[in-house]
């Protein structure tokens, strides 16, 4: 109602001066398009259930249909309230035409900014999937579970180990779970995340998994980027270890800058 009745100010100015300001052309021009912005608003509003179940193309174009009649009716309306039995001209007829020009330019960016605001949120909500999406993929249930079942498991027995557990896991999330993953790192950070990634699930295979790291680089020297090699160590364990009762792998990974060999008996 704010935009219709600056819209009206506009015309108005348009069709006079500061000095000679119309104010009744002002009240009667208002009066006029809110009637058309209310009833056309009030219409939609009943229709919005139906329309929603339509294709977005055809559910715009019936409602911008529905502007455009009910704008000629209350143009029509108000020119026969106007003029009374006076027999119309050619330029009643002309003045409804403007009636309607204007308001299927007005729709028209209406339902543009309407529109762009629809793409705005389904692009908001997209993004806000992906991002639980690739949190979801950070988290792996499956080893977080596993981890927590050898914590369980481990509390009576041997508290200081499961205590390490809990250290390790917590280091590996933090590490996954941080917006820094692209960020370069020294080699020995990433190593000493796999080391502890293996010690876990060394726990759960028990003698099936045993580690061999042979590393021909200063690891303190060259830079990966973070979780390069750990999802390397987990997709070999998981796709290549685990499902072997006897626990035999052998897996080469060739590092930046030199050759890493991790041998899995």
Request: charged fraction near 15%.
């Given at each position: 109602?704010l ?11 348009a069709?006079?001066s ?6 009744g052309?002002l009240?009667v021009t ?9 009833a056309?608003?009030?219409?939609l509003?009943n ?16 409602a ?7 704008t000629?009716?209350?143009s029509?309306?108000?020119e ?5 039995s006076?027999p ?6 002309g ?5 309607l020009v204007i308001a299927?330019i ?10 762009l605001?629809?793409?705005l ?8 999937n ?6 979801q993929s ?7 579970f596993n ?5 369980a498991?481990l509390?009576?027995?041997?508290p ?8 390790y896991?917590s ?10 993953t ?5 080699l ?5 995340l796999?080391?502890?990634y293996a010690?876990?699930e060394?726990?759960?295979l ?8 042979q590393?021909?680089?200063d690891?303190?020297?060259v830079?990966?980027?973070?979780l390069?090699l750990q999802?390397?160590l ?8 685990q ?9 080469n ?13």
């Amino acid at each position: 109602m704010l935009i219709t009745e600056l819209l009206v100010l506009v015309l108005t100015l348009a069709n006079s001066s500061l000095v000679n300001f119309s104010w009744g052309s002002l009240g009667v021009t208002s009066l006029f398009v809110q009637w058309i912005v209310l009833a056309s608003a009030a219409l939609l509003c009943n229709l919005r259930s139906w329309l929603a179940k339509q294709y977005l193309i055809k559910s715009v174009l019936i409602a911008y249909i529905l502007v455009l009649a009910i704008t000629l009716i209350v143009s029509v309306i108000g020119e026969w309230i106007l003029r009374g039995s006076e027999p119309w001209r050619m330029e009643t007829y002309g003045r409804i035409v403007r009636n309607l020009v204007i308001a299927a330019i007005m729709s028209g960016i209406a339902f543009r900014y309407l529109f762009l605001q629809y793409q705005l949120r389904c692009q908001e909500q997209a993004e806000l999937n992906a991002r639980i999406q690739e949190l979801q993929s950070r988290i792996r249930p499956h080893f977080l579970f596993n981890s927590m079942n050898i914590i369980a498991s481990l509390i009576s027995v041997a508290p200081d180990l499961a205590e390490q557990v809990v250290e390790y896991l917590s280091e590996l999330f933090r590490a996954s779970l941080s917006d820094m993953t692209n960020e370069p790192v020294p080699l020995a950070q990433e190593l000493a995340l796999c080391q502890k990634y293996a010690h876990i699930e060394s726990l759960r295979l028990d003698d099936r998994l045993q580690l061999e790291w042979q590393i021909d680089v200063d690891v303190n020297e060259v830079r990966i980027p973070m979780l390069t090699l750990q999802p390397l160590l987990e997709n070999a364990i998981y796709h290549g270890i685990q499902p072997l009762p006897e626990g035999v792998g052998h897996c080469n990974n060739q590092g930046a800058g030199g050759k890493v060999t991790d041998r899995y008996h």
